[in-house]
T-cell receptor
Framework: NAGVTQTPKFRILKIGQSMTLQCTQDMNHNYMYWYRQDPGMGLKLIYY???????DKGEVPNGYNVSRSTTEDFPLRLELAAPSQTSVYFC???????????????FGSGTQLSVL | QKEVEQDPGPLSVPEGAIVSLNCTYS??????FMWYRQYSRKGPELLMY????GNKEDGRFTAQVDKSSKYISLFIRDSQPSDSATYLC???????????FGKGTKLSVIP
């Protein structure tokens, strides 16, 4: 059982470049999330989705876009990369919304992104 | 004042020690409290979950919540080298989609 799979694991971008971080889950979860984790900081929610075709902003959405065309996939798009977007990005999924029950978030292994 | 403050550590203890990890929070609307464990270069995984004041035990782990003091703790008994990881507290309001995380405490258990 793969769970939540993120690609790539590492990436270096130049300022102004674009890229898409891929996330797919095989647990048939309706709810998916993107977080970023800066060194020595807690995770911050970027975007979330409650199902195919439905997305909404989290705490730090500026500079990012998402789409959810299928239950399995939830890609995160960076259009004009900036040094402030250097971070580790985690995708997560859950079976229930919000994650305030005993159901947990399942996290991917993360994508380490550097913007130089 | 930040919503969630977590004792930053890092913390280094000998194998077999009792470890205490702590978070304080300012938002009295937080109702659900979690501890996540994160190994190096991995995503966080849920360790403990609780929603009421008091203690909850799971093996060597005890989560403690004091809503009146806005304070939560995680205790690890008989700590093992495999417990070496970063521990993140997280909490959320009822009906909210968003978890608020602490900065994390890096724990090293020395054999």
């Amino acid at each position: 059982n793969a769970g939540v799979t993120q690609t790539p694991k590492f990436r270096i971008l130049k300022i102004g470049q674009s890229m898409t971080l891929q996330c797919t889950q095989d647990m048939n979860h309706n709810y998916m999330y993107w977080y970023r984790q800066d060194p020595g900081m807690g995770l911050k929610l970027i975007y979330y989705s409650v199902g195919a075709g439905i997305t909404d902003k989290g705490e730090v959405p500026n500079g990012y876009n998402v789409s959810r065309s299928t239950t399995e996939d939830f890609p995160l798009r960076l259009e004009l990369a900036a040094p402030s977007q250097t971070s580790v990005y985690f995708c997560a999924s859950s079976d229930f919304f919000p994650p305030s029950t005993n159901e947990k978030l399942f996290f991917g292994s993360g994508t380490q992104l550097s913007v130089l | 004042q930040k919503e969630v403050e977590q004792d930053p550590g890092p913390l280094s203890v000998p194998e077999g020690a009792i470890v205490s990890l702590n978070c304080t929070y300012s938002n009295s609307a937080f109702q659900y409290f979690m501890w996540y464990r994160q190994y190096s270069r991995k995503g966080p995984e849920l360790l403990m979950y609780t929603y009421s004041s008091g203690n909850k035990e799971d093996g060597r782990f005890t989560a403690q919540v004091d809503k009146s003091s806005k304070y939560i703790s995680l205790f690890i008994r008989d700590s093992q080298p495999s417990d070496s990881a970063t521990y993140l507290c997280a909490m959320t309001e009822a009906g909210s989609y968003q978890l608020t995380f602490g900065k994390g405490t890096k724990l090293s258990v020395i054999p």
